[in-house]
């Protein structure tokens, strides 16, 4: 375990070091500023405003970070901006868990859904 510790810690520091951000450091960094952030309802409006519709394919390999963004911008929407979120997915499918895709955060997402439709033919 603390090679493990030590090695995430490492390419931490060597990250910082060379000012590099992983795809999922700017998921992490930009769920953390729509959450923590106060200044943040301009840049919530102007997506809105700019990306009213977002459709999202293969939804089940979603991670919860991504999901939480995708909440707080589309779904949790009391704005005068009105927008519409498409998820498809098919949670028999999820492949992506390496990256912290699973199940329970499909499972999350859609008791937060309104409408769902199901395809019982292919």
Excluded: W
């Excluded at 990306?51 to 963004?69: A, G, H, M, R, S």
């Amino acid at each position: 375990m603390d090679c493990l510790k030590f090695v995430k810690n490492n390419i931490k520091f060597k990250k910082n070091e060379k000012f590099l951000i992983s795809f999922d450091d700017l998921i992490n960094k930009f769920n953390s500023f729509l959450n923590n952030n106060s200044n943040n309802l301009f840049l919530i409006n102007y997506i809105r405003k700019n990306y009213p519709i977002v459709l999202i394919d293969e939804f089940q390999d979603t991670d919860i970070n991504q999901y939480y963004i995708f909440n707080k911008i589309y779904i949790k929407n009391n704005s005068s901006f009105k927008t519409k979120i498409v998820l498809i997915g098919d949670p028999k499918q999820l492949i992506y868990s390496f990256r912290g895709a699973n199940i329970f955060s499909y499972i999350y997402a859609k008791k937060n859904i309104k409408c769902i439709y199901t395809c019982n033919i292919n």
